[in-house]
């Protein structure tokens, strides 16, 4: 291929591998090296010079020529998740001030420019916190290169692979390690749209990703999961994976699931190896250059897992603040997640989240407090608490506990759907006479998720 420059990141649009008919496909279109890049450059000419940019991020060859453009550029891309309703869109526009543009595919550009820097921001991906709308996280190219390069060291993942997964192109798992990935090892990328037993089975893959929810999927669907036995690695992330799950899957595919651990902040920190011992409820241990430590009271042996390496975030975009919030003092990143590290052979063990008010359903991280905020926007709705609530498909269920008047739960379900995002709707509303509250007025949401309080009493 004819290359200019260094594509940041990007190793296999360098053309060091040559170029193929069928590196790409998504939803079922097929694109070569060539073309990504072409139209990547068509993106980088609109984009050139912008401080930032946005773009629905279906999965399509467009989401990913606009990612590959924006590296080409330096410009950060912004991936607005599809599902999002008007408020949500608005927030991520307005916070980033990313300007939103078309891509088309067909379009061909030989534009050239300035290789972006490492240091320089390449994503801008929203993700929740507890309380408040989701915050812009920002990912330098270096920061993307350093984790990918870990990844392939631990996965053995390389051009032989195929790499299929069919998650959603605007978090990290499906934009990150699941397509700019496949453009840095030079595997082969098979994007099956949705991420459905079929499609996976159908896929032909040496290398799959998935969310526990996928896998599970899998699990329940003998013929699909027997059709993944052709595959060299299996790969879980984003929630923890159940031990049945990884059992099902071991007895219907004979390979052993890796499971692999990160945030959006921190990208993929720890993991299992290919061709290392693997056991169910375990996440491996560091990848190179990262180093953990719990921050366990004395005497404890499971506290908060904190981390540090060349793979964690610039910051939230505009926020120094909760920027600050989320390191120690001594500069260690606070995960907010629970775990324990195996004495003798460093595996990390994930236990659990610090907040009750952290959700991860389907994979996705929902912020208890944005619902509630998107429910109290509701006229009928006087009180909203939201649980996660444990749930053998979604590993939680979002659960809104209201008190409403006038308006029925699936009416406040696609309240949530509409203004927020699908995939944040709430999978069960209960009416209540008033939320248990501790002296000082905060919800009591573990009498909530126990049950132990009167629903009526008021
Ligand atoms: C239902 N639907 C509604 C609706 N009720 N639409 C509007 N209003 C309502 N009230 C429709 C949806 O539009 C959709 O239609 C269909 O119902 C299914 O909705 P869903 O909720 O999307 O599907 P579900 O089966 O529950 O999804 C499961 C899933 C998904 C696994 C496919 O949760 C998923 O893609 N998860 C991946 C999350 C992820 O990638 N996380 C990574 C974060 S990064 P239709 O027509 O569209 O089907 C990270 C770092 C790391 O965590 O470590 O990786
Ligand atoms: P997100 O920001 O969407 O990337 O979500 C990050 C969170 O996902 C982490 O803080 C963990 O709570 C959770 N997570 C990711 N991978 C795993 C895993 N393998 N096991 C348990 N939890 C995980």
Do not use: C
């Not at 953990?292 to 120094?320: D, H, K, M, N, S």
């Amino acid at each position: 291929m004819n290359t200019e420059g260094d594509v940041t990141v990007l190793t296999a649009l360098d053309g060091v591998y040559g170029d193929r008919k069928d590196a790409i496909s998504v939803a079922g279109r097929t694109a070569s090296y060539e073309e990504l890049l072409g139209a990547a450059r068509a993106v980088a000419a609109d984009v050139a010079g912008a401080k930032s940019f946005a773009m629905t991020a279906t999965a399509s060859l467009e989401t990913v020529a606009a990612a590959v453009g924006g590296l080409l550029a330096g410009v950060p891309f912004v991936p607005l998740p599809p599902d999002a309703g008007p408020a949500e869109r608005e927030h991520v526009l307005r916070d980033s001030g990313a300007e939103v543009v078309e891509v088309d595919f067909a379009r061909r550009s030989g534009w050239t420019g300035p290789a972006a820097a490492p240091e320089d921001p390449a994503l801008v991906l929203y993700t929740s916190g507890t309380t408040g709308a989701p915050k812009g996280v920002v990912l330098t190219g270096a920061a993307l290169a350093a984790d990918l390069d870990a990844l392939a060291g631990a996965w053995q993942w390389s051009a032989e692979d195929t790499l299929v997964h069919g998650l959603p192109l605007f978090h990290v798992h499906g934009l990150v390690l699941g397509v700019l990935g496949a453009l840095r090892t030079g595997s082969r990328l098979v994007h099956t749209g949705r991420p459905t037993p079929g499609a996976y089975a159908e896929a032909g893959g040496s290398l799959y990703f998935g969310v526990p929810t996928v896998w599970s999927r899998i699990a329940a669907d003998p013929e699909a999961a027997g059709a993944l036995s052709a595959a060299r690695l299996l790969v879980s992330g984003s929630a923890a994976l159940p031990a049945p799950v990884f059992r099902d899957l071991e007895r219907l595919t004979g390979l052993r699931p890796v499971e692999r651990y990160g945030m959006t902040e921190t990208l993929i920190t720890v993991s299992g190896r290919a061709g290392g011992e693997v056991r169910p409820g375990t996440v491996g241990t560091p990848l190179p250059g990262i180093r953990t430590r719990i921050a366990a009271e004395p005497g404890a042996e499971i506290g908060e897992l904190q981390l540090t390496g060349p793979t964690l975030f610039a910051g939230y975009l505009g926020r120094p603040e909760a920027t600050a919030a989320a390191y120690t003092e001594d500069g260690w990143f606070r995960t907010g997640d629970i775990a324990a590290v195996d004495e003798v052979d460093g595996v990390h063990r994930i236990v659990g989240r610090a907040s009750i008010d952290m959700i991860k359903t389907g994979g996705y991280r929902v912020g208890a407090g944005e619902i509630e905020n998107a429910l109290l926007d509701h006229p009928g709705v006087s009180e909203a608490a939201v649980v996660g609530v444990p749930d053998a498909d979604l590993g939680q269920r979002i659960v809104a506990f209201v008190v409403a008047a006038g308006v029925t739960g699936a009416e406040l379900t696609d309240f949530v759907a509409a203004h927020l995002s699908v995939h944040k709707r709430p999978r069960e509303v209960r009416f209540v006479a008033a939320i248990p509250r501790n002296a000082m007025g905060k919800p009591q949401k573990k009498l909530l998720l126990t049950g132990e309080y009167d629903p009526q009493a008021g």
